[in-house]
């Protein structure tokens, strides 16, 4: 952790840059001015102008750096292909990426793009801030259509912008960027992939070109290494090895077919998270797959999925849609009865399968399918229960991560509403001419909102139940000791939300669980509950995911244990080889005592060695490899070997006692 600097203060007509001192300029990247991150070039007007260094080894200073080497990649490609048109590079949460309109590139090519990226670096360029008029703009990228969409979809026509230049390269972006190119000091170029032009697949094919930047050589090193280890822990490559899933891209293209194996861990997830349930007080329901598309008007997921929803008509005129969320049901079933105030809160939970269209190039293993199945739960409140139950939920959290991982390090951010952007929610609204409150998301209107009751136009926002959801989320991670980040713009569009995230054994955050409060959805639906007065009350709903969803829960079990799941999750617990086909009776009797105990256990009685067979297991890594042999059969024991390939003798009903045990407790680590 970086240590805060005292802020600098910049004289009168000087730049930020001038004003840092000199022994801190290779750390300092930009600055933060009233809030807003600037370049080091801006010069002060009239007036001294106090300013905190961005560092370039802090989030934001990571970020600025990773924009710039974009920059420096899109500069290198064009140097290297002239024909070559760059259209846009963002930061990444750990390098950055390119999109250029371009022939494919082979990995050879990726190392002398990279090689002129290092020639450029030392060059150290001034990377220069100009801000231009929209007419200029079109000029200096008037051989480039995709910065011409820009410029015309951002920039008013009388209106101004920026680009920056670094020697003979210039691009239209709003920064800022680091000083020049020879802050970019630890740099690898990663992968290449194709996409589309504004991700829309009848548009223009582009290569996207992969990278990552570091403050330093050694942080850039630890990154690439951590990179190969993952890549070892591929979860497609584990489920190959190991024989847990099917990807068909002819019968169903970004849908996961399990196999018995792979269904073995998703049933121990789902039995475990349904005893979770039933601990806190969560009732089991079951939702069907297709809706009429009228739920998801009323719901508001239309308007903001229906472009990755799954959609048709039928003959007689009906249209349908398979559903991407599972809420609309839960509310259905919550319909059926009319509540008292004491019978609150009620709580369902389901293994929900649910379905969204994911562009083909978007599409990858298990993170990122067409189908996946949410331990979804929804809670349908009083106002004065929210916190209450969102401590509930935070305990299940815990409670669930704790058995699950060894020595978990979870994090919690909190998402809220981006009050200067309301238009992408579902908030209330106050006419200004007759007193009406209603609940609307004005992104999805093509035109102006109106009153429902008279017409006018002149409505306000009212945040006063986003303001109640949010302080509530608040207090209950205040109440329980947890710390938090909070990031405004990234609440639900229905309400604020906390996500939880786990660090695996390589050190990457995972988000899982997502907790969200809803007031608008239980109006939309006309949902009430008859109050302590006898007048009827709109609950609150809340949404919950603790995995999040169970493909992605088990990429990052199989990744995080390398596929050495602990044995309970293990879809192979005992393998059993005798030493020779004459050792086959005693094999079976063990297996019949294992098998007697719910343990999942198979014998090899193949004509192969020992030693292959022992080797040919490995990749489907069973918890156990029980070898049996004369001296098993004579003394009523079994020789096992765990998967550090330790060996220890035990009696044979010892052993089933004591993997029973570790199986039932969940426990991570083996026996021995």
């Given amino acids: 952790m970086v240590k805060e600097e005292n802020a600098i203060i910049a004289a009168k007509g000087k730049s930020l840059l001038e004003s840092v001192p000199e022994k801190m300029r290779p750390r300092v ?26 560092y370039i080894d802090s989030p934001h200073g990571l970020e600025i750096l990773r924009h710039s080497a974009a920059h420096l990649l899109a500069q290198a490609v064009t140097e290297l292909y002239p024909s070559a048109r760059p259209n846009a590079g963002p930061p990444t949460e750990d390098g950055f990426y390119y999109d250029i309109q371009m022939d494919p590139i082979s990995s050879d090519e990726l190392a002398a793009i990279e090689k002129r990226m290092l020639e450029i670096v030392k060059k150290d360029l001034p990377i220069e801030r100009l801000v231009l008029p929209r007419k200029e703009l079109e000029e200096l990228f008037s051989s480039n259509i995709f910065k011409l969409d820009k410029i015309r979809s951002k920039v008013a026509e009388e209106g101004s912008s920026t680009a920056y230049r670094q020697g003979e390269f210039t691009d239209f972006c709003t920064g800022p960027h680091v000083p020049s190119t020879g802050y970019i000091r630890a740099l690898k170029l990663l992968s290449t992939a194709s996409t589309h032009y504004l991700g829309d697949e009848n548009r223009e094919k582009m290569v996207r070109i992969y990278g990552t930047a570091f403050p330093d050589e050694k942080s850039l090193k630890n990154y690439l290494n951590m990179r190969e280890e993952a890549l070892k822990r591929d979860h497609r490559k584990i489920g190959q090895e190991m024989d847990l899933f099917v990807f068909n891209s002819e019968r169903g ?37 297709i809706y009429k598309d009228t739920i998801w008007k009323q719901s508001g997921h239309y308007a903001k999925y229906k472009a990755n929803m799954y959609t048709f008509t039928l003959p007689d005129g009906d249209s349908y849609g398979v559903k991407p969320m599972n809420c609309p049901g839960h509310i259905t079933i919550f319909e059926r009865n009319l509540y008292s105030y004491r019978d609150l809160p009620v709580r369902y939970f389901e293994a929900g399968t649910v379905y969204r269209y994911e562009k083909s190039g978007e599409v990858g293993g298990l993170t990122r399918p067409r189908a996946f199945t949410i331990d979804d739960g929804h809670g349908f409140m009083r106002i004065d229960q929210i916190v209450e139950e969102i401590e509930k939920v935070l305990a299940m959290v815990k409670e669930v991560f704790q058995t699950v991982f060894s020595n978990p390090v979870i994090t919690y951010d909190l998402s809220v509403i981006d009050k200067e952007n309301y238009q992408n929610y579902l908030i209330s609204y106050v006419c200004r001419e007759c007193g009406t409150v209603t609940d609307m998301r004005k992104a999805a209107s093509d035109s102006d909102i109106v009153c429902p009751n008279c017409g006018s136009k002149s409505l306000d926002p009212d945040f006063s139940r986003w303001d109640q959801a949010t302080e509530a989320l608040r207090e209950a991670l205040k109440r329980n000791g ?29 988000q899982l669980s997502t907790i969200q409060i809803d007031f608008f959805m239980p109006g939309n639906f006309g949902l009430n509950y008859v109050n302590s007065s006898g007048k009827k009350e709109t609950p609150v709903m809340l949404h919950r995911a603790i995995y999040g969803s169970y493909e992605r829960f088990m990429v990052i079990l199989l990744e995080s244990y390398a596929g050495k799941l602990p044995t309970w999750l293990a879809p192979l617990q005992c393998y059993i080889v005798p030493v020779t086909e004459e050792f086959s009776d005693y094999a079976y009797t063990v297996r019949d005592k294992l098998q007697a105990r719910g343990i999942r256990t198979q014998v090899d009685n193949s004509s192969e060695t020992l030693s292959k067979k022992v080797r040919s297991i490995r990749p489907k890594r069973p918890a156990y490899v029980v070898v049996v042999g004369k001296n098993e059969v004579d003394g009523k024991t079994v020789s096992v070997r765990n998967r550090a390939d330790k060996q220890k003798e035990f009696n044979l009903d010892e052993f089933v006692d004591l993997i029973g045990e570790e199986i039932s407790e969940k426990k991570i680590s083996q026996i021995f």
């Fill in 29 to 54: 990247v930009a600055a933060e001015v009233d809030g807003k991150i600037v370049d080091l070039s801006t010069v002060t007007n009239d007036r001294p102008v106090r300013f905190k260094p961005v």
């Fill in 253 to 289: 293209p970004g849908f996961p077919f399990y196999t018995p194996n792979g269904q073995i861990i998703r049933n121990e997830l789902m039995s475990f998270m349904r005893k979770i349930n039933e601990k806190y007080g969560w009732v089991e329901v079951w939702t069907p797959h």
């Fill in 482 to 510: 947890i710390s938090y980040q909070e990031f405004p713009g990234e609440a639900a569009f229905y309400g604020p939300k906390i996500d939880v995230h786990v660090k695996d054994a390589i050190g990457r955050n995972w």
